[in-house]
């Protein structure tokens, strides 16, 4: 079987040792010749690849691995280019999230105004990214889920319209899926999902089983009754619990479909402000988590000197998906993966150049994304702004417009009025200063 070579962009992420895992786990059906990991912190980089060293030696030891923030050593030669980079790190994520809630606005990760702060911070090293590895690896797949990945792609798809090897994907439906297998006490491999929307904005309006058969009624019966949680609801911290115990409420308000979780934010925004803490977010949350966990225990192995009782590198659905994903796309699979790709009628009453989510048959030459036809008045409203919202956001970044950047958060359904939007975007302006092109 041909052996694949690797770059992981962001290597020093929290995420990077659940995705070595996954590589570990997948080394029979799908295996590598080489890994690299890069990333531009040396620091976090170190740490996670001291880590890994020690993970492979006894867990891949043909493995050729590598760790470095050498472009060149990086992207030479890669088949796959996985790439989940954050600009401005958890320091900037907890600014995108404290900002606008000091105005009584949402602040979130990528939804609202954050979330266009991180998507201008985004776009200009997801392009040079794509510059870098097309030097090296013109023929790689690059495999993105760099947030927020609706703004991340629709610049992408302005920038690189002839690129067919930039795929943008998210693992959240992933999760969802996974979620209901829980919940039904089924294999989610076998479910059939037929999906529409944005990226963090979108629905599941079915879910076949093996035989053909409709799950959504029955996940719907059950969520109203019982509540929702995560498949891996015990490693959740509190506020994703809080995050899907609200798809009930989503579903007695809109029962048509199976909602994304993300859109309580936007169906939600006045309860949600006054549920979140403007002093503690969930970038808090993530730095007195999961990220003192990952690196306490990444120095504990690597004093240990064995990975063999490690607590980092359970299963999770982030490394899961984009390694069967990658094996999905070598080995042409076709699979079934929700995606993110240009419209082009996928959805038939929403213009064409939107960069819609979609589930799409995934192989060697690349997804085949399934329409869905007509959507409803109340979906393709909903749809319509904030996909003008995400096309201004990306319009403001190349032409340096302020206007547009104004245009964009106040149709934002989590801020609406004009005169917050700007008091907003004027503290957002000031905070990414460093990363922001200027705005006139
Ligand atoms: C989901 C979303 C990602 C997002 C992540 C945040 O997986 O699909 O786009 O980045 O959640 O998780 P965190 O634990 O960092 O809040
Ligand atoms: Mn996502």
């Known amino acids: 079987m041909k052996k694949y070579n690797i770059v992981i962009v962001g290597g020093g992420s929290t995420w990077t040792p659940g995705l070595l895992q996954s590589l570990c786990k997948n080394k029979d059906v799908f ?22 060293k020690i993970l492979f030696k006894e867990k891949y030891p043909e493995l050729d691995f590598e760790y470095t923030t050498d472009k060149e050593v990086a992207y030479k030669d890669m088949d796959f280019v996985f790439c989940q980079i954050r600009t401005g790190g958890y320091e900037m994520r907890e600014k995108d999230e404290k900002i606008p809630l000091s105005f009584g606005v949402i602040g979130q990760e990528t939804c609202g105004p954050g979330g266009m702060a991180y998507g201008m911070r985004s776009i200009r090293d997801m392009i040079e990214m794509i510059n870098d590895v097309r030097k090296y690896s013109p023929d790689a797949w690059i495999l993105n889920y760099t947030n927020p990945a609706a703004i991340v792609a629709e610049a992408l798809r302005r920038v690189f319209p ?19 297998g829980r919940l039904l006490d089924m294999d989610p491999n076998e479910f059939e999902p037929v999906y529409f929307g944005l990226n963090h904005f979108g629905w599941f309006t079915n879910l076949y089983d093996k035989d053909g ?21 015990e490693q959740r911290d509190q506020s994703w619990l809080d995050t899907y115990a609200l798809v009930k409420d989503m579903l007695q308000d809109f029962p048509d479909y199976l909602p994304n979780t993300y859109l309580q934010y936007y169906y939600y925004p006045e309860y949600k402000v006054k549920k979140l803490n403007p002093n503690y977010t969930r970038a808090n949350e993530v730095m007195d988590g999961r990220e ?25 659905a982030h490394g899961d998906m984009i390694v069967e994903v990658a094996e999905s796309i070598a080995h042409n699979r076709n699979r079934i993966y929700i995606i993110i790709t240009e419209n082009n009628g996928l959805i038939s009453n929403i213009q064409d150049d939107a960069m819609v989510e979609v589930a799409a048959i995934l192989g060697k030459n690349g997804p085949r994304p399934m329409g869905v036809g007509k959507i409803g008045t109340f979906y393709k409203g909903l749809i319509e702004q904030q996909l003008a919202y995400e096309k201004l956001t990306v319009d403001a970044y190349f032409e340096g417009s302020y206007e547009k950047a104004l245009q964009a958060l106040t149709l934002n359904r989590t801020v609406v009025d004009a005169k917050k939007a700007r008091k907003v975007l004027d503290a957002l302006i000031e905070a990414n200063k460093e990363y922001w092109p200027e705005l006139k």
């Open 31 to 52: 295996p590598l010749k080489r890994l690299v990991l890069y990333d531009i912190n040396p620091e976090r980089q170190e740490v996670i690849g001291e880590f890994a």
């Open 162 to 180: 002839d690129d067919k090897k930039i795929l943008n994907i998210c693992d959240q439906p992933v999760n969802l899926l996974r979620s209901y």
């Open 213 to 233: 058969n409709d799950l959504v009624p029955k996940i719907k019966e059950i969520i109203l009754e019982k509540g929702f949680a995560p498949v891996d609801a």
């Open 292 to 316: 003192k966990r990952v690196f306490e225990e990444c120095r504990r192995v690597i004093k240990a000197g064995t990975a063999k009782d490690c607590s980092v590198i359970h299963n999770d």
